[in-house]
Nanobody, 123 residues
Framework: EVQLQASGGGLVQAGGSLRLSCAASGFTFDDYAIGWFRQAPGKEREGVSCISSSDGSTYYADSVKGRFTISSDNAKNTVYLQMNSLRPEDTAVYYC????????????????WGQGTLVTVSS
């Protein structure tokens, strides 16, 4: 059974940092990319970043470029999202999912969604 579990969310002040983790199990890690998405109240789920486990290719939404860094530890089947210089507009539930990583991170190309982790950035 494919399982993805996001963790690491919390409350942080603007300008602060958090590191999210996505632990994957039930599938061959190298066969899929892992993507991070977020959904703020009243808004659609949007792609934040993704990484191809096989070749390490990474993509970012324009809104997080230069602030967020995605990385993968294939030995641990875990993908991380380091979030720096956080802003109140980054507040959302963050989800990870398995799928296909492209320059445009598309919800429809990802599945096996795990439960999200809440990130709240106070001003």
């Amino acid at each position: 059974e494919v399982q993805l579990q996001a963790s690491g969310g919390g409350l942080v002040q603007a300008g602060g940092s958090l590191r999210l983790s996505c632990a994957a199990s039930g599938f061959t890690f190298d066969d899929y990319a892992i993507g991070w998405f977020r959904q703020a109240p009243g808004k659609e789920r949007e792609g934040v970043s993704c990484i191809s486990s096989s070749d390490g290719s990474t993509y970012y939404a324009d809104s997080v470029k230069g602030r967020f860094t995605i990385s993968s530890d294939n030995a641990k089947n875990t993908v991380y999202l380091q979030m720096n210089s956080l802003r109140p507009e980054d507040t959302a539930v963050y989800y990870c999912a398995a799928g296909t990583c492209r320059a445009t991170i598309t919800y429809a190309e990802f599945g096996s969604w795990g439960q999200g982790t809440l990130v709240t950035v106070s001003s």
